[in-house]
DNA sequence: CCTTTAAATTTACATCTGTCACCTTTCAAC
DNA sequence: GTTGAAAGGTGACAGATGTAAATTTAAAGG
């Protein structure tokens, strides 16, 4: 599966992203009504949706005849994680272990996740820094307090 | 701290924060030239974004004679925190766990945050569920497997 | 074949974003 | 006071996004 890194998915392309992932593959129709009933959109905002998404090559339309099926071609995972990836890259470096605390106490894991979640942390224990630095600006500048960032 | 979860915080606008965090107040001239080094913008760039943050309300303008002081108004716990759960919404709540799981294994963290994440952990399993339902859909549509979503 | 109608494609357009150049006000030194 | 360099503020503009109307095309029934 390739990823989503290179064309950007924005935000209302992703829910369009969402629901052919869900249902697999689907007919514009179905989709159309899908996003309608979630989003409340027209049919036209579903349709350039789907094309724009057609066009960064994240969906495929196949078949030769008129209902035409569409499929995703960007993995939900991959483009998760890429997403994921990219929100951490923009922050501090040295405030993501809170940040992924607050993400995990919101979320609702099952209890394969917590446990795959453990042992990667056991693991990454062995070889963990006792303190990550900020990498927010360069060098002149390093964080103190981790409660109160700079300052 | 506010948060900044009413005004959206864009992308470069964002960069901004983060070195105004990190030097938990600035004069313009420091921070312009700040941004310069860090994102080789113009002056005007950082001038317009740090602007607009001000209109936003997520940074403060202090101080009666010229080189003003400008400092963070929202928390950069808080944004990140923000910016966090608005990504988290948005994806398929069956796959944060692993989405999760390839953040950390990608990041940095420090032996404490570690900690702390496998104390939130071992709490969280005493009641997490067995699995986490999928949902991109209403009701009609259910996710069956993990590895493969729908379909 | 012709018509109807669903499906597909184009065009549209207001806003938001990223980036700036340029104009205006001050402070500070003559 | 006058002036010139900083500091501060405005306007601009191309491209991205969200949202949708209008137009074209083709499948299916008569």
Redesign the pocket.
């Known amino acids: 599966m390739k990823d989503a890194k290179n064309e950007?998915i924005?935000?209302?392309?992703w829910e369009v992203m969402r629901a052919i992932w869900t249902m697999g593959q689907t007919?514009?129709?179905e989709l159309i009504d899908a996003m309608n009933q979630l989003q409340g959109?027209?049919d036209?905002?579903t349709?350039?949706?789907l094309?724009r998404l057609i066009n960064k090559g994240a969906v495929a339309?196949s078949g030769t005849?008129?209902?035409?099926v569409f499929k995703p071609i960007v993995g939900e995972k991959e483009s998760m994680a890429a997403a994921a990836t990219d929100l951490f890259d923009h922050m501090c470096a040295m405030r993501a272990g809170s940040t992924i605390a607050g993400v995990i106490k919101t979320r609702e894991l099952s209890q394969a996740d917590i446990a795959e979640l453990q042992a990667i942390l056991t693991e990454k224990a062995k070889t963990a820094p006792e303190q990550v630095q900020c990498n927010c600006l360069p060098g002149h500048h390093m964080c103190e307090e981790v409660e109160e960032h700079g300052q």
Request: proline residues 5%; without cysteine; hydrophobic residues 15%.
């Open positions: 950007t924005t935000d209302s392309e007919t514009s129709r959109w027209s036209s905002t349709k350039t949706l094309h339309q005849s008129r209902p035409f």
